[in-house]
Nanobody
Framework: QVQLVESGGGVVQAGGSLRLSCVTS????????MAWYRQVPGGKREYVAGVRRDMSTNYANSVKGRFTASRDNAKNTVYLQMNSLKPEDTAVYYC?????????????WGQGTQVTVSS
């Protein structure tokens, strides 16, 4: 059974840091691209950062220079180190597995973890 479980969210003051983790199971994570998204109430889920299968990374402009995404394939875990947090970073953060299959790409999501940044 495919599972993606996020953890590490919480309440932090502006300028602080948090480290999110996404522990996966039920698939071979090393074969596919992983990413982080976030969503605020009433908003759309937006891309934050990604770590492709070759370990290359990509970041949304809003978090570039502050967030660092990484992966540990041996532990089937994806991380998001968030530094210099701002109130506008407040959102539910989701781990994403983009599964490449013969019919195309299929997205799987975790339940999310809440990040709240106070001013």
């Amino acid at each position: 059974q495919v599972q993606l479980v996020e953890s590490g969210g919480g309440v932090v003051q502006a300028g602080g840091s948090l480290r999110l983790s996404c522990v996966t199971s039920g698939f071979t994570m090393s074969l596919d691209d992983m990413a982080w998204y976030r969503q605020v109430p009433g908003g759309k889920r937006e891309y934050v950062a990604g770590v492709r299968r070759d370990m290359s990374t990509n970041y949304a402009n809003s978090v570039k220079g502050r967030f660092t995404a990484s992966r540990d394939n041996a532990k089937n875990t994806v991380y998001l180190q968030m530094n210099s947090l701002k109130p506008e970073d407040t959102a539910v953060y989701y781990c994403n597995w983009r599964a490449s299959r013969w019919w195309g790409d299929d997205d799987y999501w975790g339940q999310g973890t809440q990040v709240t940044v106070s001013s």
